[in-house]
């Protein structure tokens, strides 16, 4: 039976989006609607995955009237669930940061609709159970990602837009070329439908070329190594209010699709695809890393910890037990609120120097004027880490609980090692920032950007860090769920 809850988290920010678009003239308005559209979608979200949790069954909606497998389903189940409300979660923080914000870019008439273009999207690309309406829905999530991007106060915003783009257009063609040979060889895009074809007939020639294809897509979309080049100056250049958002939950989609695609899609050949990502997670552990301790900004320096913390998460899903996909789970959460709240920081500094950047030549020393900023990142920057008591403690050591289950001591070995490379980039910046005078002739300036949504991440990141446990006990309920995709393919399909 058709379940509409399923359909709120995305057409309310859509619907939000069409209205704050007739409020342009209106600007603390629109703003504020913006807000109530964003937490309205958070509220049906929370909603969604209570229903999902307590009952154990996923949310179907069959749109149009059409049978299964022929319209396109909406499904929302344990993972999906999860990865909307921690999303939206984000999202809503962001528009609150932005309300805060001094950049001229959150004054355009088009900035707060097409913030909320990017909320559906990337929503509907995690609620979609259709493989084209994953293609359509991360389309529209690329396009308002781009124009935020291009719109921003950096004048080197249109560059790193135009950057993302066309890595975007290569990942598109990547994806559409995928979704054909699939259809050519199983005659179906519904997902459900999709697993049960693949698993009873596993030798079509064209099966292997969408699978690398797939697996192309998704680091593209999350910037793994070596599809990595565009995200740095990406995740610099945007606004502030959009950085936050960019580094943190929407690289999460391709982290999204490993897990479909490893957990449901094409369990038989799961084995190959887990050990690639594992390869792939530790390139980016190490290359993210060495790039954030290079690097003279810092915007920039947490845009390429996020290639370092993304390939955690990979690492995890390649090992593929029930703990190592509960602990890439709580590792993806816990990243999201972390580096979001970081990365709002960074923007906060930034918007007190004489020339709004974050290059550490002229941030240096701004922090004497910003105590209160000192003190968050501080604990952001301990959660980023791995040191109790921050929700960041608590992934590294699931992370590692699930390495030794697994017997992957030598990787857990170069994981441990190599994130050590995190404590000599927070330290850098902490101490550049807020310990070491400012140079001479800067000065900051009276205002800046408001702390308000960063604040609430960091109270986020201490809860999550002292009281883990429903955390634990969501990530663990959905890694079970994943280890039964016919249990999936059944609420789609029925039978």
Known sequence: ?????????????????????????????????????????????VWLLARVWSSGQPVVFQSGGWPVPFGISLVGDLLSATMVVMSQTVLSLGIVYALGSRDQVVRYPAFYPIFLTLAAGLTGAMLTGDLFNLFVFAELLVFSGTILTAISDDRLGTEAALKYFYMSLLASAFLLLAIGS????YGTLNMADLARRIAANPDTPLLPV???????????????????????????????????????????????????????????????????????????????????????????????????????????????????LA????????????????????????????????????????????????????????????????????????????????????????????????????????????????????KAKPEGDRLLAPALLIAAVLLLGLWPEPLIRLAEATATWLGDPEAYIQAVLGG
């Open 210 to 324: 969408a699978i690398a294809l797939l697996i192309a897509t998704f680091m593209v979309k999350s910037a793994v190594t070596p599809f990595h080049f565009w995200q740095p100056d990406f995740h610099t250049a945007s606004p502030t209010a959009v950085s936050a958002m960019l580094s943190s939950v929407v690289v999460k989609l391709g982290v999204y699709g490993f897990l479909r695609m490893t957990t449901l899609l094409f369990v038989d050949q799961a084995a190959s695809v887990r050990g690639l990502l594992v390869v792939l997670g530790l390139a980016g552990i190490v290359y993210g890393g060495l790039g954030a301790v290079g690097t003279h900004n810092a915007k920039r320096m947490l845009a390429y910890s996020t290639l370092a913390q993304v390939g955690f998460i990979l690492v995890a899903v390649g090992w593929g037990s029930h703990l190592a």
């Open 182 to 185: 699939l259809y050519v060889s």
């Open 1 to 45: 039976m058709n379940d509409h809850l399923v359909l709120l988290p995305i057409l309310l920010p859509l619907t939000g989006s069409a209205v704050a678009l007739l409020l342009r003239k209106r600007q603390p308005l629109q703003a504020g609607w913006s807000l109530v559209a964003m937490l309205g979608s958070l509220a049906a979200s």
């Open 327 to 442: 602990a890439a789970l709580i590792f993806a959460v816990n990243h999201s609120l972390i580096k979001a709240a970081l990365l709002m920081l960074a923007g906060a500094v930034a918007s007190r120097a004489p020339v709004k950047t974050a290059a550490f030549d002229v941030v240096t020393g701004l922090g004497k004027y910003m105590p209160q900023a000192g003190l968050l990142f501080f604990v952001g920057g301990l959660a980023l880490v791995g040191i109790p008591p921050t929700n960041g403690f608590i992934s590294k050591m699931m992370l590692f609980g699930s390495g030794i289950e697994a017997g992957q001591f030598a990787t857990l070995a170069a994981v441990g090692l190599v994130s050590l490379l995190t404590l000599v980039y927070v330290v850098r910046a902490f101490q550049r920032i807020w310990w070491q005078p400012p140079a001479e002739g800067i």
